[in-house]
């Protein structure tokens, strides 16, 4: 059985090991391929593991050995479901590894809002606290979370974890989520309609999957609605946010700061309006990324593998689709 992995690179740089897939097939593992190289690379391949490298209805149909396809993330929109369905290829995802690594790096890009520690320490290390006739000294407002309001936007398990955590740190939790679920046990919290998370938190984070529905469904009309001293998160997906609203939000100082792990385009492009913005932190799309959450990925897509090889697939994520 002929295994291809197309993009194995962002799961494992070299501290993970693909030996067990290797045991269940002729393995090839590609750290990238590019657009151009997928048909080749796919064409006698019997098993696909995929992160971002895009698996087209056409790959599809230049791929005759093909039978299963995983996808080494929890989104899936990078595979043609519909297509891969028609010629009865079930695809799997890894529906659960990333919530608690997500939901610390949210509060790590909240917690450098709040006290720009990065800043800090620059201006340490540039001698102005040894030139300061103070003992201490401080270059921007340090915000105090205990009593401010979070507002999440999207209520699943990232989203549940992340209220949590802003829980833990004295906050109010309010929820946005179009499908009704069960409230959590910690008090105070709320489920509000969307305008309402936008217009009443101090923090709103996004926790949406990203749709054909709700993109850039972030406009100025939501970001009009926020408190001028709010700060806006998103780690979820760029594409849920009109980038250009956001910028022109920030740097009129409608709101007053945002963190993004995500953008539209990524690996982001020079033009992004975001990179030339005020107040705004972007870091590469690494809230997945910790060794854990990597380590948690792997042993899953091993599971996938070994599930569909025993007849038995999981996590299928196309199963309207597939024949019969």
């Keep these: 059985m002929k295994?291809?992995?197309?993009?194995?690179?962002?799961?494992?740089?070299?501290?993970?090991?693909?030996?067990?897939?290797?045991?269940?097939g002729e393995l090839t593992v590609y750290d990238r391929t590019a657009p151009k190289e997928i048909v080749e690379r796919t064409r006698k391949a019997e098993i696909i593991l995929t992160n971002k490298a895009p698996v087209s209805a056409i790959t599809l149909e230049k791929s005759p050995d093909l039978k299963f396809i995983t996808v080494m993330a929890t989104g899936y929109d990078i595979v043609d479901i519909a297509a891969a369905g028609r010629r009865g290829i079930p695809v799997s995802n890894v529906p659960v590894y990333g919530t608690d690594s997500v939901a610390q790096f949210v509060f790590a890009l909240l917690l450098e809002l709040c006290h720009h520690v990065g800043a800090h320490q620059e201006a340490v290390k540039a001698d102005e606290w040894t030139a300061s006739p103070d003992w201490c000294f401080w270059k921007t407002p340090q915000i105090f979370l205990k009593g401010k309001k979070m507002g999440i936007v999207g209520f699943g398990r990232i989203g549940r974890r992340v209220g949590e955590l802003a829980h833990a740190f004295g906050?109010?939790?309010?929820?946005?989520?179009?499908?009704?679920?069960?409230?959590?046990?910690?008090?105070?919290?709320?489920?509000?309609?969307?305008?309402?998370?936008?217009?009443?938190?101090?923090?709103?984070?996004?926790?949406?999957?990203?749709?054909?529905?709700?993109?850039?469904?972030v406009n100025d009309e939501l970001l009009d609605l926020m408190k001028m001293e709010a700060f806006f998160i998103n780690a979820a997906r760029g594409g849920l946010v009109d980038e250009k609203a956001l910028s022109e939000a920030l740097n009129n100082g409608s709101i007053a700061a945002a963190a993004v792990d995500v953008v539209s385009i990524e690996p982001i492009r020079p033009d992004n309006p975001l990179l030339n913005t005020q107040n705004c932190l972007i870091s590469p799309h690494i809230a997945w990324a910790s060794l854990g959450a990597r380590q948690t990925l792997m042993s899953e897509t091993i599971k996938n593998i070994k599930e569909y090889i025993s007849g038995n697939s999981i996590n299928v994520v196309n199963k309207k689709f597939l024949k019969g």
């Design 171 to 217: 906050m109010e939790v309010m929820a946005f989520d179009p499908q009704s679920q069960q409230s959590p046990a910690y008090d105070p919290f709320s489920w509000k309609s969307l305008r309402e998370v936008f217009a009443e938190a101090d923090v709103v984070t996004l926790h949406s999957p990203q749709t054909r529905d709700n993109a850039g469904f």
């Design 3 to 24: 295994i291809v992995v197309l993009d194995g690179y962002t799961l494992n740089p070299g501290d993970l090991s693909w030996e067990e897939i290797g045991k269940l």
